[in-house]
């Protein structure tokens, strides 16, 4: 299950209309075309009031549906703060058809997804089914939310994992920093608590309290059911009218208001927590209206320049020009009732300091009419463009268009009048939503430290009162389906993989080659890291802001990343700019600047990245895991490499490092809608400047540690982190479909190691399995994080799995749902252009066939019980095993 903290991170909103726009200054934007690539919606009430929406997208074999219903954690009080979010734990541990764990079992078991969510504003349960399983679908939405039967002693076991969840929260930054100043911001109102609820209010719910929550607030005329995918609408209405239509109120509802907006407020506020930090983490929110304001998306616009991407003003002044902190951003999130200007920064703390003085200078000077003409324009178009692509998946696409209905009461007339608003946004309007709402007053901020450092927050707000005075203004006025057959072509020693899919304007490219860390030595760690962050920031006409601003210019993406076996570049762009994309593209490769300066900003950045990576507990596992499984060259390095090899590494290094990786024979994967020719005659060009090497990559087979255990400590977190690691071979072995289905059969909500550790012994709220495999290597793992005191118990539950899967065969139906698994989970995955053109260089670069994935599938349908019984033999030997705990 999930928390929606930051609500509105699902205004994933429009499709864009044709024409132009006059930005300002005369600047012609051409806004993203319409695709024409789904029906209108079809909306019909029931005569209880529950709203259904039905759209028909024939793309893929899939139908999302789910039901919104208008409750969350603002609707509570605060003795039954996190009820909300309980209950929607709750429907999957027993309804009026269904036993515990029957719930995931039956979606899981035909190849299905299913979660919910809960917000402050609303709660909604979903599920993703293959498309001749809608029906299912409403059934199973239908029992969870009307048929919960909150059994006690479920309820006492399912508290525990909430609370297991809490402190987990806790020990993430950033979910702390936005814990502690929602509280700030909304105190006294309902969102002013968690939606997760506190220690005191979960451990004291009732399953009366929680069964007079849902007669209260689960009434049909406060829901809304949308069903998306191939499916036939008429169908649909009937069978919700059948399922649904019997639901009856008992009351009528109010709607929420808006929370009222002081003119001036209590700031400034400022709170510093110190704590086992290495870095420090900083958030300031300022109250901005809700998302029925015609201020929202004039907001959502500021922000966006403000710190939205990479070329927005703090980004640029901050990360890039000054070094001061490692991360910063900004973004506009609007609730029902309220929402929040919210800027965050991760930093080292010896820099906290002349930061604030120079981010509270910045707020105090920033005026609208600084932001030049191209870079509104910029923000307009990369604000549309993400609504844009919300419609590449079907379940994007479902919450995009329930969204709309749910909060707008309609789709294509809210989108109409949402990309209206957002072309037409003015630095006028811009300059007054400044002085109603960006004000010193009402400025909230947290600081996380290290512990021990010296900061004062009394000085932070002294600071802000002192160089920032309140600005007393009038407001001004305000303006109202998978690609086709691949065609492979060889291009000397190198391979092009066309995927043509005309459904959306885009255009999805990705360019592998072998290599990444095997072709460097273990004192060079980090250099393939190094030289990724290097690649795309500067060619010989462009410094790294003009790549950014050129990108950003043209709605498009590039990014490079190393492996421990490969290296890749990939990029996505709308099709109309494939010209400019492509010609950007082999300047990179061909001609990048790899300057000094940008080398010392991107090891800056790698070293913050692996300050934050070993603030939270997984990600201080995952950091060590393979140089304490493996030994020698590629797989048993760290990655990213330690401060002391970065510190050795230099402008040399990393061009004559580039120069042997660029050399290899590459996969060059491109999907979605392009020029053919264009794309071949890169190929082309590539071949002829990147040389290939005399003798070329191959992927070597790593050697295993002969240490067993690894014990890794993170003080003051709250949780134990345990990882159960089993050899196996790698990608390609004839075993590799069965240890994939064993794994499917392990993981999931309905899962072997869900339903015992989770589900019974209420050991903690993540547990699960999972596979990694590489040309002639690979691991499964167990993972659970839990409370230190069960460490053995929780070590006992992964042996008494293993020990059953060796004993006896899995029953039918648990294969069954694992077979289903595999399918739905491989679709689901596999929507967007991106994953397939990644997939296909991928497999491609590795000698894998391009339909390795799905044969892997077919192969897993034809395994029996007593397969999976042998592999689990034949692997999950406890000798052959290692241990990975990460210690509070």
């Known amino acids: ?141 239908q029992d969870m939310t009307f048929g919960a039967q909150v059994d006690p002693t479920e309820l006492e076991q399912e508290k525990n994992v909430v609370l297991s969840e809490l402190v987990r929260g806790e020990d993430n930054p950033s979910q702390l920093l936005f814990k502690t100043v ?162 965050s920064a991760t930093l080292d703390v010896d820099k906290v300091d002349i930061f604030w003085r120079e981010l509270v200078d910045t707020f105090a000077k920033l005026d609208a009419a600084d932001f030049s003409d191209t870079e509104l324009a910029r923000a307009q178009l990369n604000l549309e463009d993400s609504l844009f692509q919300a419609k590449e998946t079907i379940s994007g696409l479902a919450s995009k268009v329930g969204y709309f209905q749910f909060f707008e009461g309609s789709v294509v007339e809210a989108e109409e009048n949402y990309l209206y608003s957002l072309r037409n946004v003015n630095k006028p309007q811009i ?85 990444g860390d095997g072709l460097i030595k273990p004192e060079r760690a980090g250099l393939t890291e190094l030289t990724s962050k290097m690649l795309t920031r500067g060619t010989k006409d462009l410094s790294a802001p003009e790549i950014q601003e050129y990108l950003s210019d043209r709605a498009a993406s590039m990014a490079a990343a190393a492996g421990r076996e490969t290296f890749s570049l990939s990029a996505k762009y709308p099709s109309r700019f494939e010209a400019d994309i492509l010609k950007l593209i082999k300047d990179v490769l061909t001609a990048p600047a790899m300057s000094q300066d940008e080398l010392e900003r991107a090891r800056d950045e790698i070293l913050a990245e692996i300050k934050q990576r070993e603030d939270q507990p997984t990600g201080l596992a995952f950091r060590h895991m393979f140089p304490f499984l493996f030994t020698g060259q590629g797989y048993g390095i760290f990655h990213q490499g330690t401060p002391e090899t970065l510190a050795a590494l230099k402008r040399q290094d990393i061009r004559a490092y580039w120069q042997e990786q660029a050399r290899q024979p590459f996969v060059l994967a491109v999907c979605g809608t392009f020029d053919r020719q264009r794309i071949v005659d890169l190929a082309k060009s590539l071949q002829k400047s990147l040389k290939a090497p005399e003798t070329a990559f191959s992927y070597a087979a790593p050697q295993w540690n002969s240490d067993r255990t690894l014990d890794l400590k993170l003080p003051g977190r709250n949780q134990l982190h345990i990882l159960r690691v089993f050899p196996i071979p790698g990608e390609g072995h004839a075993d590799s479909a069965g240890l994939e289905l064993m794994r499917a059969a392990l993981a999931g909500q309905s899962g072997i190691l869900f339903r015992d550790l989770r589900d019974k012994q209420g050991l903690g709220y993540t547990v699960t399995a999972f596979t990694w495999q590489a040309p002639n290597v690979g691991f499964m793992a167990f993972y659970i994080g839990t409370d230190p005191a069960k460490k053995e118990q929780a070590l006992a539950g992964f042996d008494q799995a293993i020990a059953n899967l060796q004993k006896q065969p899995l029953p039918q139906e648990e294969l069954a749902r694992a077979k289903n698994l595999l399918w739905g989970d491989y679709y689901r995955d596999h929507q967007s252009l991106l994953a397939r053109s990644r997939e296909a260089a991928g497999l491609k670069v590795k000698s894998l066939d391009l339909d390795y994935n799905r044969e892997l599938i077919g192969k897993a349908q034809q395994l029996t019980p007593e397969d999976i019984r042998g592999l689990a033999r034949k692997y999950l030997r406890m000798d052959d095993s290692y241990l990975v705990i990460v210690q509070p």
Do not use: C
């Not at 899981?108 to 599920?127: H, I, K």
């Not at 911001?185 to 009366?208: A, F, K, N």
């Not at 239509?245 to 209590?266: E, H, S």
């Open 1 to 141: 299950m999930k928390i929606l903290a930051i609500a509105s991170l699902l205004v994933v909103l429009a499709m864009a209309a044709v024409g132009s726009v006059q930005a300002q200054g005369g600047k012609q934007v051409t806004p993203l075309p319409e695709t024409g690539a789904t029906a209108e919606p079809r909306i019909a009430v029931l005569e209880n009031g529950l709203t259904v929406l039905v759209l028909e997208d024939e793309r893929f074999p899939l139908a999302s549906v789910r039901l919104y219903v208008r409750t969350g954690s603002a609707y509570e009080d605060p003795a039954q703060a996190g009820i909300s979010h309980v209950l929607e734990h709750m429907v999957f541990k027993g309804t009026a058809k269904r036993k515990p764990g029957e719930i995931a079992a039956t979606i899981e078991g035909v190849g299905g997804y299913l979660n919910a969510a809960t917000s402050f504003d609303y709660t909604v349960y979903y599920v993703d089914v293959p498309s001749d399983q809608w029906r299912l679908g409403l059934d199973v939405i």
């Open 431 to 515: 300059q007054g939503l400044l002085d109603a709402y960006f004000q010193p007053d009402k400025l909230a901020s947290v600081l996380l430290t290290p512990a021990g450092a010296q900061v004062d927050a009394k000085a932070m707000e002294k600071t802000v009162a002192e160089s920032w005075p309140r600005v007393e203004t009038q407001k001004a006025k305000l303006m109202e389906t998978l690609a086709a057959e691949a065609e492979v072509i060889q291009v000397g020693p190198h391979a092009l993989v066309l995927l043509p899919d005309a459904t959306l304007p885009y255009t999805a490219f990705s360019l592998s080659w072998p290599g």
């Open 182 to 343: 929602q509280g700030m911001v909304w105190d006294g109102s309902t969102y002013g608590w968690p939606i997760i609820g506190t220690r005191e209010s979960v451990s004291s719910l009732t399953r009366q309290g929680i069964k007079d929550y849902i007669h209260d607030r689960y009434q049909p005329q406060s829901m809304l059911l949308v069903v998306v995918g191939k499916v036939d609408a008429k169908d649909v209405l009937a069978e919700a009218k059948r399922v649904y239509g019997g639901l009856t109120n008992d009351r009528p509802v109010t709607p929420p208001q808006p929370f009222p907006l002081q003119a001036k407020g209590p700031g400034p506020q400022v709170k510093v927590m110190p704590g086992e930090w290495n870095k420090a983490y900083l958030s300031i929110a300022f109250p901005i209206p809700g998302l029925h304001s015609d201020e929202t998306v004039g907001l959502d616009v500021f922000a966006q320049m403000l710190g939205g991407d990479r070329t927005s003003l703090l980004y640029k002044r901050f990360k890039y020009d000054k070094r001061l902190v490692d991360e910063i951003s900004a973004f506009s999130m609007t609730l029902e009732r309220g929402g929040l200007l919210y800027v």
